[in-house]
């Protein structure tokens, strides 16, 4: 079971979450607990060690100060010893007061700072669950997750976070206790504190599931699942009672904001179901992520978007027809970093959409060299998913006739037989996504879409 920032938010969540965790305990099933930090704290986190980093010593202490004050008064509240607070704190000012002294930020002093979000919440859940008559445990969870040393980013080693886990976990869950542990952070072999990249607890869920052979992994969240679109565009859209890996891998890639697209590896290599539930609304069923999806009979599952991209057209001049183009395009994209999201070609011009415009005019430059290049912001993908996308005809047909008024700048669908992605401006998604919406949802099948929700 994991529980996002905002089911770990302040005192009255927690007793939420902790109210949900017993109910599983009940029933003949042992859970283990993953958190997020409470919510916004890894955030002012981040703040801190960037304020320390500029040398505003004081200003990095004032943040520090005040998340203390906020943990503390959740401890209270909640009636568990928060004594040890005060100790952790004065070990995270202890950097701070470093760091604003060398005033040179690492990847690896990041780290640091930012683990104390999950190092905190989770010893305040733990103590809550022993409290009220769970057997929490609290677990460091970077005596788990053996990660490699990529900070910030940093990637688990699956064989030896098993074995941890055999270690350190799984003789408590055996003897009944509830095992909490932070998300997000890890270690590498030597013991030296790694993250995962923002979002990362649900990535610790999934490789803790996997690690111990879960029956199931459940993230709780703030929202009922996932969606058939954005309920903030589309009131109406409905909630996806259950959906494939596959299918929640590509919305996840394609900005649905529910879960972290690595979440799904550890759960798909040992084919275990993955439940996204809400924790303010614990008898709702959720989104049931699962290998196979049972057949439904509307192409598509839900409809994602993703704005601030940018479309970048090359035109072949010189090099047209020689081979070795397609590569020494992308080389420029890679020697720059800069992540490719869609391509589209011709004969004569490629393009291509990035989500960061950073490097942009170096990477003009250097493609200037072999074409005319021309960039554009300000642009959106739409993506609609579906395993049933695949193998059924008409489906683009109803596509780009429901968004006929809508100017269309790029088409892929190749790559993914489930996924029909396009670009339009950005001031057109809300209208593209509504008019989809309209299309493809108008009878939407009852076991696969949650009709009864809307009433
Ligand atoms: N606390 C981390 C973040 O905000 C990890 C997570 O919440 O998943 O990015
Ligand atoms: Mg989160």
């Given at each position: 079971m994991k529980f996002g920032g905002t089911s770990v938010e302040d005192a009255a969540a927690m007793q939420r979450t902790t109210a949900i965790v017993a109910g599983r305990r009940t029933l003949e099933q042992q859970p283990i607990v993953v958190v997020s930090a409470m919510a916004k704290v890894t955030d002012q986190l981040l703040l801190a060690a960037a304020t320390a980093a500029r040398g505003e010593r004081e200003s990095a202490l004032?943040?520090?100060?005040r998340l203390l004050v906020r943990h503390q008064a959740v401890a209270i509240e909640l009636g568990v010893d928060g004594g040890w607070l005060a100790q952790e704190f004065a070990a995270l000012d202890e950097i701070l007061r470093g760091l604003a002294a060398v005033g040179e930020l690492t990847p690896r002093i990041n780290d640091m700072i930012v683990s104390y979000g999950e190092?905190?919440?989770?010893?305040?859940?733990?103590?809550?669950?022993?409290?009220?008559?769970?057997?929490g445990v609290h677990?460091?969870?970077r005596t788990c997750i053996i990660t490699d040393a990529q900070h910030m980013k940093a990637v688990p080693n699956d064989a030896r976070i098993e074995e941890q886990l055999r270690k350190f976990v799984l003789p408590h869950a055996d003897?009944?206790?509830?095992?909490?542990?932070?998300?997000?952070?890890?270690?590498?072999?030597?013991?030296?504190?790694?993250?995962?990249?923002?979002?990362?607890?649900?990535?610790?869920?999934?490789l803790v599931g996997?690690?111990?052979?879960?029956?199931?992994?459940?993230?709780?969240?703030?929202?009922?699942?996932?969606?058939?679109?954005?309920p903030r565009v589309v009131p109406t859209a409905l909630r996806v009672r259950s959906i494939s890996f596959e299918e929640a891998a590509e919305l996840a890639y394609f900005g649905a904001k529910v879960l972290h697209p690595a979440t799904i590896l550890p759960a798909v290599k040992k084919n275990i179901p993955v439940l996204v539930l809400n924790s303010r609304n614990a008898a709702n069923e959720g989104t049931r992520i699962q290998a196979l999806a049972p057949p439904c009979r509307n192409p598509v599952k839900s409809i994602a978007a993703k704005k601030r991209l940018t479309i970048v057209d090359v035109v072949a001049s010189r090099m047209l027809m020689t081979h070795g183009y397609m590569k020494a395009i992308f080389d420029i994209f890679d020697k720059h970093k800069c992540v490719v999201d869609m391509v589209s070609t011709s004969e004569v011009?490629?393009?291509?959409?990035?989500?960061?415009n950073e490097a942009l005019p170096a990477i003009t430059a250097d493609l200037s060299m072999l074409a005319d290049v021309?960039?554009?912001?300000?642009?959106?993908?739409?993506?609609?998913?579906?395993?049933?996308i695949r193998g059924h005809s008409g489906t683009a047909a109803r596509l780009f006739n429901a968004i006929k008024h809508i100017n269309v700048r790029m088409i892929s669908q190749g790559a993914s037989e489930i996924n029909m992605s396009f670009m339009i401006d950005e001031d057109d998604v809300e209208e593209a996504i509504r008019s989809l919406h309209a299309e493809f949802f108008s009878d939407p099948d009852p076991t696969i879409f949650d009709v009864e929700g809307l009433a």
């Open positions: 004032a943040i520090s100060e190092r905190l919440s989770s010893r305040i859940i733990a103590a809550a669950f022993a409290q009220q008559g769970l057997d677990v460091d969870a003897a009944r206790r509830t095992v909490v542990m932070g998300g997000f952070i890890g270690s590498t072999e030597q013991g030296v504190t790694t993250t995962l990249g923002r979002g990362g607890s649900d990535y610790t869920g999934a996997a690690g111990v052979n879960a029956e199931a992994i459940e993230i709780w969240t703030d929202v009922n699942g996932i969606m058939t679109t954005d011009s490629v393009s291509l959409t990035v989500d960061s021309k960039y554009e912001g300000r642009k959106a993908l739409v993506c609609l998913v579906g395993e049933d």
